[in-house]
């Protein structure tokens, strides 16, 4: 199952910036547009826990 596209379009970083997410569906993954952190998805669910999201390269 992949995630809903109504979901994607109200996810965004639980940092204080607030950005959106760019789901990678093969990778199963969701990053910030904002800050380039890497959130997991897990059995189709979003970990959007920054002490979970792996850093990333800044802006996607």
Same mark, same amino acid.
């Given at each position: 199952?992949? /995630?809903?596209?109504?979901?994607?379009?109200?996810?965004?970083?639980?940092?204080?910036?607030?950005?959106? @997410?760019?789901? $990678?569906? &093969?990778?199963?993954? /969701?990053?910030?547009?904002?800050?380039?952190?890497?959130?997991?998805?897990?059995?189709?669910?979003?970990? @959007?826990?920054? $002490?979970? &999201?792996?850093?990333?390269?800044?802006?996607?």
């Amino acid at each position: 199952m992949a /995630l809903d596209p109504h979901l994607l379009d109200i996810l965004a970083c639980p940092d204080t910036h607030h950005a959106p @997410l760019e789901y $990678d569906a &093969a990778g199963q993954t /969701l990053t910030c547009t904002e800050c380039g952190r890497v959130f997991e998805v897990r059995d189709d669910i979003p970990v @959007l826990l920054l $002490d979970e &999201a792996r850093p990333g390269s800044g802006p996607a």
